[in-house]
T-cell receptor, first 112, second 113 residues
Framework: SAVISQKPSRDICQRGTSLTIQCQVDSQVTMMFWYRQQPGQSLTLIATANQGSEATYESGFVIDKFPISRPNLTFSTLTVSNMSPEDSSIYLC?????????FGEGSRLTVL | GNSVTQMEGPVTLSEEAFLTINCTYTATGYPSLFWYVQYPGEGLQLLLKATKADDKGSNKGFEATYRKETTSFHLEKGSVQVSDSAVYFCALDSGAGSYQLTFGKGTKLSVIP
């Protein structure tokens, strides 16, 4: 298994501001991912966080809006930049280990 | 592209009732199929998976069979318990262990005593 800690668990943010979400894993993993779950919608993959190089973004997501850092094999951050109410979602960190994908509990952001 | 469609919720059942949550998919290639569960206040957990046609995944009394001919992966349990109350997500990957999953919208199950 994998123990994944995300911070913050929830936050209320003002329009136009940015927020950084942290993801800490209990031991080293090669593959880390960031997902978004908008209200009433399915989870959507934002990007793959690559250690030592730029993240790989999925269609519809760009680095300027969702910059990602991956300084080592146990930690990653996702920043939601210049937020608008449409960014209100749950953001989830996930890691791949032993053929399985594990998820953090998510960070619930509300943008006013 | 890949997509997953699962039945709309919420679903409310009495304890010991039979559960079916339908899931159909559209994909190119040979995806693996998954059911994830999210209990209240917890993160997503893998419930079961199947990696090829006619495989049956099973766990905690839940079962799902990979049906390529009907592009389906319906989740079933013969007798649900209150502790099964959760949100269930059907998902597929791009194949070859890509870990890049496409999810359905989730189905909330409530089991009442």
């Amino acid at each position: 298994s994998a123990v994944i800690s995300q911070k913050p668990s929830r936050d209320i943010c003002q329009r136009g501001t940015s927020l950084t979400i942290q993801c800490q894993v209990d031991s080293q993993v090669t593959m880390m991912f960031w997902y978004r779950q908008q209200p009433g919608q399915s989870l959507t993959l934002i990007a793959t966080a690559n250690q030592g190089s730029e993240a790989t973004y999925e269609s519809g997501f760009v680095i300027d809006k969702f910059p990602i850092s991956r300084p080592n094999l146990t930690f990653s951050t996702l920043t939601v930049s210049n937020m608008s109410p449409e960014d209100s979602s749950i953001y989830l960190c996930s890691v791949a280990r032993a053929g399985e994908l594990f998820f953090g509990e998510g960070s619930r952001l509300t943008v006013l | 592209g890949n997509s997953v469609t699962q039945m709309e919720g919420p679903v409310t059942l009495s304890e010991e009732a039979f559960l079916t949550i339908n899931c159909t998919y559209t994909a190119t290639g040979y995806p693996s199929l998954f059911w994830y569960v999210q209990y209240p206040g917890e993160g997503l957990q893998l419930l079961l998976k199947a990696t090829k046609a006619d495989d049956k995944g099973s766990n905690k009394g839940f079962e799902a069979t990979y049906r390529k001919e009907t592009t389906s992966f319906h989740l079933e349990k013969g007798s649900v318990q209150v502790s099964d109350s959760a949100v269930y997500f059907c998902a597929l990957d791009s194949g070859a262990g890509s870990y890049q999953l496409t999810f359905g919208k989730g189905t909330k199950l409530s089991v009442i005593p």
